[in-house]
Nanobody, 117 residues
Framework: QVQLDESGGGLVQPGGSLRLSCAASGSLSSSNIMGWYRRPPGKGRELVATITSDGTTNYADSVKGRFTISRDHTKTMVYLQMSSLKPEDTAVYYC???????????WGQGSQVTVSS
């Protein structure tokens, strides 16, 4: 089992910045893939960004150039640095972890990010 503990959500004005953090614990493999999804109000969950164990990143087109995903050297922490935030970035953001070796996928509890003036 894997546990994901998120922090860093909140209210920010348009054009502002915010950083989300996620700590993973439990049975972690060396090849896990961590990422962030979000659920905007009234919509389904959508991919924001992912990062592999070797540092390869992938971003949704809507956040490219504004958001940066990173992880620490222990590969148990993942971050999402969000800049130039727009009202349409308002959503519940979920940390995720996939273990290809076990073919399973885990979700964090979700952090609310609200972009509003």
């Amino acid at each position: 089992q894997v546990q994901l503990d998120e922090s860093g959500g909140g209210l920010v004005q348009p054009g502002g910045s915010l950083r989300l953090s996620c700590a993973a614990s439990g049975s972690l493999s060396s090849s896990n893939i961590m990422g962030w999804y979000r659920r905007p109000p009234g919509k389904g969950r959508e991919l924001v960004a992912t990062i592999t164990s070797d540092g390869t990143t992938n971003y949704a087109d809507s956040v490219k150039g504004r958001f940066t995903i990173s992880r620490d050297h222990t590969k148990t922490m993942v971050y999402l640095q969000m800049s130039s935030l727009k009202p349409e970035d308002t959503a519940v953001y979920y940390c995720t972890l996939r273990r290809p070796a076990y073919n399973d996928f885990y979700w964090g509890q979700g952090s609310q990010v609200t972009v509003s003036s």
